[in-house]
C-alpha cells in the first residue's frame, strides 16, 4: 500500500504523541527501522504492518485506511 491507501502523517503524529522514535516502535513491533519510515514516508505499508501498527496505537484500522479503499 501508497500513501494514496493510508493516511502515513497520522502514523508519524501517532508516533510523536507517544514521544517515541522510529526505532523505538519498530523494536516493540517486531520490524526493521526502515519498515517504520517506510510507511510513515507513504511509500510502502502491508496490509498486516498496519494492523500491527494500528493495535499497537490503540486505533481501529479503518482509521489509517483511506475510506475509498475500504469500500474497495
Known amino acids: 500500500m501508497t500513501k ?3 493516511d502515513n502523517s497520522k502514523l508519524i503524529k501517532l508516533r510523536e ?3 517515541m522514535t522510529q526505532e523505538e516502535v519498530a523494536e516493540l513491533v517486531g520490524v526493521s527501522r526502515f519498515t ?3 510507511a510513515e514516508q507513504g511509500q510502502s505499508a502491508s496490509w498486516k504492518l498496519l494492523q500491527t501498527l494500528s493495535a499497537f496505537y490503540g486505533i481501529s484500522i479503518s482509521e489509517l485506511i ?3 479503499k475500504i469500500a474497495a
Open 4 to 6: 494514496d491507501d493510508y
Open 36 to 38: 517504520v519510515i517506510r
Open 17 to 19: 504523541s507517544k514521544k
Open 66 to 68: 483511506h475510506s475509498a
